[in-house]
């Protein structure tokens, strides 16, 4: 072990320390960081504090986890001038990171980023620990062996693709930082969240599934369409169902209104779905009794069978109380039913009727003898 300039201190091979002090280059591994005016900073293994003063000079507060006790002096002397940078002498391994950022900068911390100058022999599992104790930290940025760095950009099929790379692709958008253009970096800075491949990958592929079945299997594109348009309260099946006229005067009277609330602006959606299913064709059936799904919207001999959730108001519970009041029944009356179903008001009887949920059945169950 050779002599450092900071007095009698040596690097302690034990504890894998290998300081940077090229200024040049700890400029512009700060700089790469991302760090800002508004980030909290947590540095693991500062040494004598060389990344420790950009990070310090660029982020609203900077707090340094150090195991080597000798060095503690040397920081403090080094980091005199900034205020806003702290060093606390702890194992990264034994510390409960969570915490530790919580006690010291507390709710005062927007945005949390971390840097590191990691040992060879401890680069997984301090990785690993700051992913699953620091799941908020923004961005991680540290200096670790070419080798590891191969890995953690390799992909599936290479030799060392490996968990450390799925849990790190996974987490974050990694990149080698000296191979990365000017204008990524730059980007990085005004772009909250950079999409990844994997992401844009599956967007695209779903894109192409509902295409698909856009124009080669219509009818399940639209049951499908209508039923989340359903759970989320915007599809009224009385509105709905009455035909192309009336959905088209429907929707020229909405665009003409100055201001949509934001109900209207769903219905609105809905609408021009509906108006785009009427012009190719297809219709919707009379609601069922017997037939008709609680949720779903079912494929009837060519046209779809609204569920009983798509009556205004109703709601998923009544709904499903249709489903379990009808099994094995055959009703004589809507008397009947309104009495085996009693979660449904006198509202939404009425409202069953006029959707040809009863078909013809009587209103009463009393029988005239004259």
């Known amino acids: 072990m050779k002599p450092h300039k900071h007095g009698s201190f040596h690097q302690k091979h034990s504890l894998g320390q290998n300081f940077i002090e090229d200024e040049a280059l700890l400029s512009q591994l700060a700089e790469l960081s991302l760090v800002t005016a508004e980030d909290c900073v947590l540095e693991i293994g500062p040494g004598f504090g060389a990344l420790t003063k950009p990070l310090a000079e660029r982020a609203k507060q900077v707090v340094s986890l150090e195991i080597d006790r000798t060095l503690i002096p040397i920081l403090n002397v080094t980091l005199e001038k900034y205020a806003n940078a702290r060093v606390i002498c702890d194992d990264v391994m034994r510390t409960n990171l969570s915490a530790l950022v919580a006690e010291a900068f507390g709710a005062d911390c927007p945005s949390l980023r971390v840097a590191a100058n990691l040992p060879y022999y401890i680069t997984t599992d301090v990785l690993t620990k700051l992913m699953r104790e620091l799941p908020q930290a923004k961005s991680i940025a540290v200096m670790i062996q070419k080798e590891v760095g191969d890995k953690l950009l390799s992909g599936p099929g290479d030799d060392g693709y490996g968990p450390l790379a799925v849990m790190c692709q996974y987490r974050y958008h990694v990149m080698r930082a000296l191979d990365v253009p000017e204008w990524y970096i730059e980007s990085c800075r005004k772009i909250a969240y950079l999409f990844p ?136 009356s809507i008397e009947e039913f309104a009495m085996t179903c009693n979660k449904l008001s006198k509202t939404h009887i009425e409202q069953l009727k006029a959707l040809g949920a009863f078909a013809g059945m009587a209103e009463t169950s009393q029988v005239s003898l004259f």
């Open 197 to 332: 491949k994997a992401h844009a990958v599956a967007y695209v592929m779903m894109a192409f599934r509902i295409a698909w079945f856009k124009v080669h299997e219509p009818l399940a594109f639209y049951s499908a369409y209508f039923y989340r348009r359903s759970q989320k309260d915007s599809f009224d099946a009385d509105m709905m169902t009455r035909g192309l006229d009336y959905t088209r005067r429907k929707i020229n009277e909405l665009r003409n209104k100055p201001t949509l609330t934001a109900k209207e602006e769903d219905l609105l959606v809905t609408l021009e779905a509906v108006y785009e299913f009427n012009l190719r064709g297809f219709e919707f059936a009379p609601m069922s009794l017997y037939e008709s799904d609680a949720t779903k919207f079912l494929i009837r001999d060519g046209k779809l069978l609204p569920p009983f959730v798509s009556v205004s108001g109703l709601g998923e519970t009544a709904a499903w109380d249709i489903l379990e009041g009808r099994k094995g029944k055959r009703f004589i």
